[in-house]
């Protein structure tokens, strides 16, 4: 089946300490997001990627980065944790084509950041 | 700004009973208006989604909604909930000048025995 794979699916990190999460999409779709969901809120928007075009939002830290090295993989780097940076973080992937400025997004299953 | 608004934040309905979630959003032009679902833990599920056309789109697990444009709503509805519907229900729209999806703020959905 066609999905969107997040990994890994829990991380631990150390206050301070960088840490990767990896996601990962099987249907081809160009856009690929990435969202930090913390306990009893909504998905709050961090970036996208349109192709190989980034789009940051705003009010994302600096300290969130983001890799798409080709159309299936997309990284999300935290230089330097903190507490306030514990979260759910979610992947999405869309395909928008043929000038389309909308169309639903694929949710992965998420992970789960502890800094301690 | 758009904007999405789920007034419920905490919803308990009896196992076998209706259910609806209510959703508004406030976009000038047509909407496209999304209900997805998460289970603890999970990342969000769509159950449904409306782009144009006609206003009561089904979805899955028994789910539907309807689109009314007098009301600026677009609520969740089942007929009879089952316990594993228990999740909490994000109702989500784009429209306007943004190309970023607007989630509102959710509902806790809890199913009693």
């Known amino acids: 089946d066609a999905m969107v794979i997040q990994n890994p699916r829990y991380q631990v990190t150390q206050f301070g300490k960088p840490v990767t999460l990896s996601c990962s999409q099987t249907l081809n779709h160009n856009v690929m997001y990435w969202y930090q969901q913390k306990s009893s809120q909504a998905p709050k928007l961090l970036f996208h990627y349109y192709d190989k075009d980034f789009n940051n939002e705003a009010d994302t830290p600096d300290n969130f980065q983001s890799r798409r090295p080709n159309t299936s993989f997309c990284f999300l780097d935290i230089r330097s944790p903190g507490l306030g940076d514990a979260a759910m973080y979610l992947c999405?992937?869309?395909?928008?084509?043929?000038?389309?400025?909308?169309?639903?997004?694929?949710f992965g299953p998420g992970t789960r950041l502890t800094v301690l | 700004a758009q904007s999405v608004t789920q007034p419920d934040i905490h919803i308990t309905v009896s196992e076998g009973a209706s259910l609806e979630l209510r959703c508004n959003y406030s976009y000038g032009a047509t909407p496209y208006l999304f209900w997805y679902v998460q289970s603890p833990g999970q990342g969000l599920q769509l159950l449904l989604k409306?782009?144009?056309?006609?206003?009561l789109v089904q979805g899955i697990k028994g789910f539907e909604a309807e689109f009314k444009r007098s009301q600026s709503s677009f609520n969740l509805r089942k007929p009879s909930v089952h316990w594993s519907d228990a999740a909490e229900y994000f109702c989500a729209g784009y429209g306007g000048a943004t190309n970023k999806l607007i989630f509102g703020t959710g509902t806790l959905l809890a199913v009693q025995p």
């Open positions: 409306y782009f144009s056309g006609d206003t």
């Open positions: 999405a992937t869309s395909r928008l084509a043929g000038g389309m400025r909308y169309n639903e997004q694929f």
